[in-house]
Structures are given as C-alpha cells and as structure tokens.
C-alpha cells in the first residue's frame, strides 16, 4: 500500500508537472511562431532596403539569439520529461515485484498451515504410540510379577507336599506370598529342586 501511495503521489505530481511544461512548450511555441513571423518580416524589409524599414525592425536584431535561447529551454524541459517518466517506469516494476511477493507470501503461509497441522497429527500420533509402549511395559510387568507369584506358589505348594514346610505355615500365611488368580500346577518345578 505504501508503494502503491507513493507511485500514486508520483504520478500526480508528474502530471502537474507535465501540464506546466506542456503549458511552457505551448508558450514557448507560440513565441517561436511569433519570432518567425517577425523573422520573416525582418527579412522582407531587408529585401526591401529601406533605410526606415531597417530602422523600424531594429529591436528584432536578437531575434536568432532569442530563438537559440529558446531552444535550450525546451531541451531542459524535455530532459526533465524524460527523468519522469524513467522514475515512473521504476516504480511500476517495483509495484509488479511486490505483487509476486505478495502471491508468494501467501503460498508459503498456506504451506506453513498444512505443515503445522501435519505436524500436529505427528505430535499426537507420537503421544499415542508412546502412552501404548507404557502400557506395554506395564503389562509386561504384570505378566512377570503374575508369573513369579505363581511360581511361589507352586514352590511352597511342593515344599508342604514334601515336607520341606510345616504344614502349620500355609501358603497364605506366608508374608510374602499373593495367591494367583489361577490354581498354580501342582507339578513339582524343576528349577527348585536341588
């Protein structure tokens, strides 16, 4: 929006000015026609020889001098046109370039959304595979903690069965044991016996 106000302002300001040098050619112009026209009637009067008529035409002896005059004005006048219109120039390709920045800008920016909703998704996929490795181990816990109890139980099942345990200490008087939701085998386990 600024560069679009300042090319704006610019604009106008080069169309003052050019009304008012256009103005200036106009008058600029109608003199030259002006001192053509006394130029030819100068040199009418010159054909003629008239010591009057030389006389009368004295003041327009400058006339070439005048129009010399003229004609450097006009080519300052054009020069400074013509640096208009090179600013101009500039800033409309400088207002294109900041349209394709803008349509760029909003294509990274929709990029950018579906990144951070992608992302999101892996964030909470992520959240859940780690919450179902916990319960995993914690599972696997309780299997092993299952199956150690059960063990025991299958130990001090023998030992009473053998002798090796009052039979006064039961199973489930015993401090450290937890009964087994299931009934423990009461095969003798191997990796007790000695």
Not at 3 to 26: A, G, P
Not at 66 to 74: F, G, I, M, R, T
Not at 166 to 191: F, K, Y
Request: no cysteine; net charge negative; charged share 35%.
């Amino acid at each position: 929006m600024a560069h679009e106000q300042q090319t704006k302002t610019l604009e106008e300001e080069f169309e003052k000015i050019r009304l008012s040098l256009q103005d200036q050619v106009d008058t600029l112009t109608f003199q030259n026609r002006s001192l053509r026209d006394r130029a030819k009637r100068f040199e009418e009067a010159l054909r003629r020889s008239t010591d009057e008529q030389i006389e009368a035409l004295a003041p327009y002896k400058h006339i070439e001098e005048d129009l010399k005059s003229l004609k450097e004005v006009l080519e300052m006048k054009n020069q400074q046109i013509h640096q208009q219109d090179l600013k101009i120039s500039e800033l409309e390709k400088i207002a294109e370039k900041n349209v394709y920045l803008e349509e760029r800008l909003q294509v990274l920016q929709q990029q950018n959304e579906d990144l951070k909703e992608r992302i999101d998704k892996n964030v909470a996929v992520s959240q859940l595979s780690e919450e179902n490795a916990n319960l995993q181990v914690h599972v696997e816990k309780e299997s092993n903690e299952k199956k150690r109890l059960s063990r025991t139980n299958e130990e001090l099942l023998w030992r009473l069965q053998t002798g090796e345990l009052s039979p006064r200490m039961s199973p489930s008087a015993s401090p450290i044991h937890r009964p087994s939701s299931e009934p423990g085998s009461p095969a003798r386990p191997h990796s007790y016996h000695q």
